[in-house]
């Protein structure tokens, strides 16, 4: 069976309760599916009014369902009336065989099976009914296409928008806009995205503890040149850093070699001699890591800047302090330093391989915002390729 797209829209509502990462770890565990691109958007009336359209005439949904969605959408996705303010809708993009059906299945129909929990709207959205039959509330959590049909119109519609209603979405209506916002990035590492499971969203869940909101997302293949930018202050750290440790385990294993006690003099030496190239090697191995390939392996330019065989899911958190916040709730870089309860000590395996990373100054969040380019559309790309 061929791969196909299929999409989710995660819903203001939903975003702004912070659900958004317990819906993502549902439809990533429960569907097997990857996740190849996500974007948050800021729908203008334009963009809004005519994805309702799409919704009232898509044929695989009764009447009934297609006027209740369309006219959420009118209402929940709108602009903010009274000031222009958007409203944060995060669209996400999985690919797979079946995919369009194992995400109508894991997302399930509106009004039904809510006395459960074993889909995202069971779990998260609502549909309340008064004495007499009739709707009093509604939140159908996620909105997504139940066709192929529906599936393509709706992402070469909400693709053709991407460039200006997506990306960075620093002016929504929920967003905090006081003087001392900061934005700071976070990394899910490609160790959570071996396979598909529910790591990725039980993370972003941690982080929601920190009451910051999400500004910007993309699915990102962190290329050679990139991880070399990004990491490069770590790389002069590890080769002053590792001279210490370079120095001891040499002495060490010359000793037990030759027989006799190394000299510290000639110890020291050894350490000063040894330590950058043990630095430089364990800064390859992190790029190999967040790449999939090593350094010496790229022999020209267009390779190194070429995307990397590994995924991450790069996010931007927006608030008082985030910097602070997020660091809190990710702990420090070696798991088994961290306290319980945070990203790294409930996720991370080692120093390298500890789940996430989070920018560690404001000035830092801005240059690894830019290397990353959180903002950049690959949505648009990436659906111009599947419908020519």
Same mark, same amino acid.
């Given at each position: ?45 334009? $963009? ?12 695989? @949904? ?29 669209? @996400? ?35 309340? @009914?008064?004495?007499?039959? &009739? ?53 899910? &590492? ?122 991450? $899911? ?15 709730? @990710? ?53 111009? &390729?599947?419908?020519?």
């Amino acid at each position: 069976m061929a791969k196909e797209l299929a999409f989710v829209l995660i819903n203001p509502y939903t975003i702004s309760k912070s659900r958004t990462g317990g819906v993502i770890g549902r439809l990533m565990s429960r569907t097997g599916l990857d996740l190849v691109a996500a974007r948050m958007f800021g729908p203008r009336r334009e $963009l809004v009014e005519r994805y309702a359209q799409l919704v009232l005439k898509d044929r695989e @949904l009764a009447e009934t369902e297609r006027r209740q969605l369309s006219d959420y959408v009118l209402e929940a996705y709108q602009p903010d009336f009274r000031n222009g303010r958007r409203r944060r809708v995060l669209m @996400l993009v999985f690919e797979g065989d079946d995919a369009i059906q194992k995400i109508v299945r894991a997302t399930g129909h509106v009004g039904t099976g809510l006395e459960s929990a074993e889909t995202v709207r069971d779990t998260y959205g609502d549909y309340v @009914l008064d004495e007499h039959g &009739k709707v009093r509330y509604f939140e159908p959590a996620i909105l997504i296409g139940n066709s192929h049909s529906s599936v393509a119109a709706a992402l070469k519609l909400w693709a053709s928008f991407s460039a200006e209603d997506g990306g960075l979405i620093e002016d929504a209506v929920d967003v905090p806009r006081e003087n001392n916002i900061q934005k700071t990035l976070v990394l899910i &590492k490609p160790d959570n995205f071996r396979f598909p499971s529910a790591r990725p969203g039980n993370i972003i869940d941690l982080f929601s503890g920190s009451g910051l909101r999400i500004i910007a997302a993309k699915v990102h293949r962190m290329s050679v040149a990139e991880a070399e930018a990004f990491y490069g202050p770590v790389q002069k750290l590890l080769r002053e850093k590792l001279k210490g440790v370079v120095s001891e385990k040499s002495a060490k294993t010359l000793a037990a070699e030759l027989g006799f006690d190394i000299p510290p003099d000639i110890q020291h030496l050894l350490g000063e001699m040894l330590g950058p190239l043990y630095g430089d090697n364990q800064f390859f191995q992190i790029v190999q890591f967040m790449t999939g390939r090593m350094p010496c392996h790229c022999t020209t330019e267009e390779e190194k800047r070429a995307p990397g065989a590994e995924r991450c $899911l790069a996010l931007i958190y927006a608030g008082p302090e985030a910097v602070e916040r997020i660091r809190s709730i @990710l702990g420090p870089t070696d798991p088994s330093k961290a306290q319980p309860g945070s990203v790294r000590r409930e996720f991370g395996r080692d120093i390298m391989v500890n789940a996430a990373h989070a920018s560690d100054s404001p000035d830092n969040a801005v240059r690894e915002i830019n290397i990353i380019k959180v903002e950049e559309d690959l949505i648009g790309p990436l659906v111009r &390729k599947y419908y020519p």
